[in-house]
Structures are given as C-alpha cells and as structure tokens.
C-alpha cells in the first residue's frame, strides 16, 4: 500500500493503532537504547558542543536528532528547503500560500489542527522563511510517534484533498495578513528595500517579496506544482529535540517517512526561471562583492518610527561571537535613549539565513521625538564602545543572561530546533547550547561602525505612496 493509501486507512484509526499500522512492533517501541552520546567536555576553556546525529534516509530525506533528557517534551520539526527566495516571478507569496494550504484537507481527513489539539501540542504552527518553511510543534515525550504520523501525512497528501473552494478562502487569509503588514499597493517592503542595499544583483536574497497582485495570482495550480517540485523527500530535513530514545524514534521515521516519494511535476504549471542548486547557491554568497554602507529609508503611515543598523558578517564568518558585544552596545543604547525620552524599546538580533548573517541593532523612537537625535545617541555609543571594549567579565553576564532566558522561554526548545533546521554553505563551528557559557570576545569592533552598516529608517509620514502604506528608498551612502 502507498504511504497516501495508509494515510487515508489510518484516518479512523487514530494514533494508537499507528505502531501496527506501520510495522512498528511494540517490543521495538518499548525499547530502551542508550541515549545519544554527547561530545567530550575539552578541557582548557574551550566550548562545550551539542554534537546531533545526523543520518539520511534511502529516499533523501535528511534526518537530525539530538536528545536531551532535562527537556520536559520533544520539539518536532519538519524544515522543507523551499522559501519565498523560491517563489516564481510574478508569482511572490507562493511559498507562504503552499505552507497555508498544506493545513487544509477536505473531509473526512482530519485537520492538522485537531490532530494537534488531541495530541497536546503547544508552539504548534509554521513559518516561510527566505530559505525555508519550516512546520513544528512541541508535544509530550509520549506523543512523539503521533506528531511524526502528522507530518508524514502531511508530506504524502501534500495538496492532492484540497479543493478550489477552500483555495480561494485560504488566498483571502493571506491577502488579509498582507494587507494588514505593508498596505494595499506597497510598492516595495521593507525586506526587499534592506535586501537591495545588503546584497549584489544576481544574489538569491534580491528578490520581491509577495504584492496583493502577486497574491491575488495565486492559483491551487501553481500551488500543486510548487509542493511537487520542492515538497520531494530530498528537500526535508526532520528535526527532533529533547526527551526521546533515538533507536525507537529512528524505527518510527523510518517506517513513517521511509517510503515517501517525490510527486511528479507538472510541466510549465507556473512560470519563472530554474532554481538554482546549492553549489551555484553557495558560489553566488561566496563572492567578494565590495559592501556599499546604504541608508534606506522607509516611509509609513501607521508603523512605529524605527532606526536599524544592519551589519553584514562576511562569508564563512559566525556572528555569534559578535552577541555579547552587540548586547552590551544594546544595553547602553537603551539606558541613554530612554534617559532622554526618546525610545521605548531597543532591540538586537543575529539573523541567520543559509546564504548570509547579519547583526541588527534596532531603536523605536516615542511618536513625535526627534529621529535624529536618537540616532545620533545610538551613534555616539557604537563610539564608546570602540573606546571602551567589552571586558570579559561582561562577555560572561552576558552568556548568563541569555541562559536564563532560555530557561524561561521553555527551555528554549524551538530556537534551538530551528538552529538544527539551518543549512549553510560552511559547516558552523560549533552547535553551542544556551547553558554553554563562554568568554570569546568579538575582537572586530570596528565593524559596529555604522560607516559599515545599512542604516534602515522606518520612518512615520504623511507623504507616504497613496496608493499603499509603504515607501522603500535607497537614498545612498549612509553618512
């Protein structure tokens, strides 16, 4: 029987009978193999890593698993490799159409939705990245074979139960989600603005993001032969964290996700130019393009005014140990603007991406307070921070810092599962968990210099486009 035809008998079945259905005995279930071994402790200082077992089954599917018994529940990740980088011309947003229509399943199957629910899963949803859509959820260590049947069954019905009138209504929730982030006929977002100042033409993060146009275009069509061409079991990686034995969990992937087979594509069912491959992928982010500091700004009728300062870390580099420092230069940017009245919130984050990092400080100003001069108070303490670099000590509070927020964010569970889901075009130095607390410095301070940065201003305006609520500009050199 095909993995679609016990899809469909297991819909009365429900999850219990699933170690029989899918020749799973329950001997095997109920084994108890020795957990995954973690790498040695090295001695001197250096960093403790978490090492994932990663293994490939016969069909291409790539499978990461990484146990961790202190964990309370099991984070389940299903990172299919296609994201609105993916998307066809003039077809922006079929991505996140794909991710939204892969929830719908016409009677009698059972939504993911309530699967889910009687399973007890929390975090429980999905999200389009640039490189990825990623599908995940949290679930107790003993729902661990449902959640996988979930997915797997995902995979195998993929669009094939959807129907056009469920189609249509999916296609207005995400007209309805563009419309309420960028505005009626936003000419260009912010993503696509900050993307054309970060990276050189012909890069595969220059691409226009979805439009309403683009998405009133969408079609259950092309939707189909999205997933057929880029749903194929060698464009999956499964993700488990947390409290599982590995041995029973690889009989369960095996017997659930091992006979998958990719969905023969349709010809020319959406147009657009080829995908490239990985290599061509890698080679495009490895090149020595010069970087061009850009000031973009954004124009808006009803978003916050906000100040961005967005610095690009050179292929092969790892931003991570930029954090603390960032962290420090955060801190100090909070304590002065909030001391004159001119932000409420100031943020940083390293965004990571399969074909680029960057580290972005970000400041919201109070509506009505000067811009300028909470960007020249950001400005003054990137100085102060090459006058007066981190000290080691501070390297450490603040690795504990971000310890304790881990513990109180549950654990940290899905950030770190999502970690697990990144590909790269170089292997990342070291898997480092949010307990590890290390002293390594960022020792290039001088790449907090906004004279090496995209400064983005999101900016409130009444000369925002008619026609839409945003306005990007690359306006030139950032000063």
Not at 143 to 157: P, S, V, Y
Not at 249 to 259: D, E, Q, R, T
Not at 363 to 388: H, M, N, T
Request: glycine share 6%; aromatic share 6%; charged share 25%.
């Amino acid at each position: 029987m095909s993995l679609i035809g016990r899809s469909l008998a297991l819909q009365a079945a429900r999850p219990r009978a699933l170690a029989i259905a899918w020749g799973v005995t329950a001997a095997l279930a109920a084994g108890q193999p020795a957990a995954l071994a973690a790498a040695p402790s090295p001695t001197g200082g250096g960093r403790v890593c978490e090492v994932p077992e990663d293994y490939v089954l016969p069909n291409g599917m790539e499978v990461r698993l990484l146990s961790d018994h202190s964990l309370p529940a099991v984070a389940v990740v299903a990172s299919v490799h296609a994201g609105f980088r993916h998307d066809p011309q003039g077809y922006e947003g079929l991505a996140h159409y794909v991710e939204h229509l892969t929830f719908r399943l016409a009677p009698p199957h059972e939504s993911i939705e309530d699967l889910d629910a009687t399973v007890g899963a929390i975090g429980r949803n999905a999200t389009t990245r640039a490189d990825t859509t990623d599908y995940y959820a949290i679930v107790p260590p003993e729902q661990l074979e449902t959640a996988l049947w979930i997915e797997a069954r995902r995979l195998a019905l993929g669009l094939d139960t959807v129907d056009e009138i469920q189609a249509l209504a999916e296609r207005e929730v995400i007209l309805r989600e563009h419309v309420w982030r960028f505005g009626d006929g936003a000419p260009l977002t912010a993503m696509d603005a900050t993307g054309a100042a970060l990276f050189p033409d012909g890069h595969p993060y220059r691409r226009r993001s979805q439009t309403k146009a683009s998405v009133e275009g969408l079609t259950l069509k092309a939707a189909r032969w999205f997933f057929a061409r880029h749903y194929r079991p060698e464009h999956v990686r499964l993700v488990l964290l947390g409290d599982f034995q590995a041995e029973p969990a690889k009989a369960l992937i095996a017997a659930l996700f091992g006979a998958l087979q990719a969905k023969t594509v349709a010809p020319a069912a959406a147009p657009g130019g080829r995908d490239l491959d990985r290599s061509e992928e890698c080679r495009i982010a490895a090149r020595r393009n010069p970087f061009v500091p850009r000031r973009v700004v954004i124009k808006t009728k009803n978003r916050r005014e906000r100040l961005e300062v967005v610095w690009p870390i050179p292929f092969g580099q790892n931003g991570a140990s930029a954090l603390p420092a960032l962290s420090v230069l955060t801190g100090r940017v909070e304590i002065a603007t909030r001391e004159q009245g001119l932000a409420d919130r100031v943020w940083y984050d390293l965004r990571t991406s399969e074909l680029g990092q960057s580290l972005v400080l970000e400041v919201d100003v109070i509506p009505g307070k000067p811009f300028q001069e909470a960007e020249a108070l950001a400005r003054s303490e990137i100085a102060r921070l090459e006058r007066d670099p981190v000290s080691e000590d501070m390297v450490i509070a603040r690795r504990q810092a971000a310890e304790l927020v881990a513990i109180r964010e549950s654990h940290g569970m899905l950030d770190r599962a999502f970690r697990l889901t990144v590909r790269a075009c170089r292997p990342t130095p070291c898997f480092e968990p949010a307990a590890q607390i290390t002293a390594e410095t960022f020792t290039h301070l001088e790449r907090f210099d906004p004279r090496n940065a995209v400064v983005v201003e999101h900016r409130f305006s009444a000369f925002a486009s008619p026609e839409g609520d945003v306005e990007s500009i690359v306006v030139g050199a950032s000063p």
